[in-house]
């Protein structure tokens, strides 16, 4: 996303080190102190008494900001993939990449997690409901697009199909996640019959966790995503210097 | 007989209305009562502030081979 911007700061850096360090991560301050906030408030906190959710409801502060940030990075992702289209520089290759990888995680921890609250709020590890199997698909999808980019050896034309292919993923991952499982009737809170996530997002106690987690859980996945960023491009440095 | 029934509807609104109420949804007050979810708390933000730390360690490992590449 500021990968473009990062590397003139780099070299402004280089020139003034003390100057310019420090508005450079100041985000990633503000994460941890989020996150922090999250952890001691999201267990301690008061929340709504509801039948079959209990205490599980603390969940909320932990699965859905998974789910949240994965579709920011994955966002960031198809975004680089566009501009890889338009101007064809390697740079907004490696970005869309590594955002994709980064989502992976994400999505990754946000099926298990979801996975472990079914099995003690509905009774089964996995049920066939639309907005499960959605997310599985969504991240099989995915999955193919690294699949995709394994089979091409040739720099930019790897660059190139997996960049139309990425736009067609994100486009899935719409459909999947987002209406498909709006269209029909679901376990899954927030969707079809079933608008519970409005329920107890209501609550104006759990508003003041929930809204501070989903944004340092996106801090946190911009953080590591662009740690990846940085380690692809030392890695393709140094092979060019090799 | 009319007075019983009525002094018997009086006695039985409130529990009737209030029936709702007497549903009690279990939380987890004992974990709250002996205090050591605060334990778990803690240990939680350790861990936590762990990761953080690595990743800043990655991340100053990276600054460092990113100078370093830069000069050559």
């Known amino acids: 996303m500021e990968s473009g911007t990062q590397n003139k700061t780099n070299k402004i850096q280089n ?16 994460a941890v102190i989020l996150l922090l906030y999250t952890i001691i408030k999201g267990f301690l906190g008061p929340v709504p008494a509801q039948p079959i959710l209990h205490e599980s409801i603390r969940n909320l502060y932990f699965h859905v900001p998974m789910w949240f940030s994965m579709m920011v990075i994955l966002f960031v992702s198809v975004w680089h993939s566009i501009k890889y289209l338009s101007k064809s520089t390697i740079e907004s290759d490696i970005v869309a990449t590594q955002a994709a990888h980064t ?3 994400l999505g990754a921890l946000g099926l298990i997690t979801g996975s472990i609250w079914a099995k003690y709020t509905w009774g089964a590890w996995w049920v066939a409901d639309t907005k499960l199997n959605g997310a599985a698909i969504t991240m099989l999808i995915y999955l193919a697009y690294f699949v995709l980019r394994g089979s091409i050896d040739e720099e930019q034309k790897r660059a190139r199909i ?11 991952l719409i459909v999947f996640l987002m209406i498909l499982p709006r269209m029909s009737d679901s376990l899954h809170p927030g969707n079809g019959g079933n608008p519970g996530f409005n329920k107890y997002d ?25 740690l990846r960023v940085r380690l692809e491009k030392l890695k393709r440095k140094t092979l060019l210097n090799d | 007989m ?3 029934l009525t002094f018997l509807i009086l006695i039985l609104l409130p529990k009737l209305i209030f029936a709702q109420e007497s ?11 002996s205090g050591k979810i605060y334990v ?33």
């Open chain 1, 15 to 30: 020139v003034s080190p003390s100057g310019a360090g420090a508005s450079k991560y100041w985000w990633k301050i503000l």
């Open chain 1, 103 to 105: 989502g992976m995680l």
């Open chain 1, 162 to 172: 997996a960049a139309v292919y990425n736009i067609f993923a994100y486009v899935m």
């Open chain 1, 202 to 226: 209501l609550d104006s106690n759990m508003r003041t966790v929930f809204y501070p987690a989903v944004l340092g859980w996106i801090l946190l996945a911009t953080w590591i995503f662009t």
């Open chain 2, 2 to 4: 009319k007075n019983i």
């Open chain 2, 23 to 33: 549903q009690h949804v279990e939380m987890a007050e004992g974990l709250f009562q």
């Open chain 2, 40 to 72: 778990v708390v803690t240990v939680l933000a350790v861990i936590f502030t762990g990761i953080v730390g690595y990743l800043i360690v990655i991340d100053r490992k990276i600054s460092k081979l990113e100078k370093e590449i830069n000069k050559k």
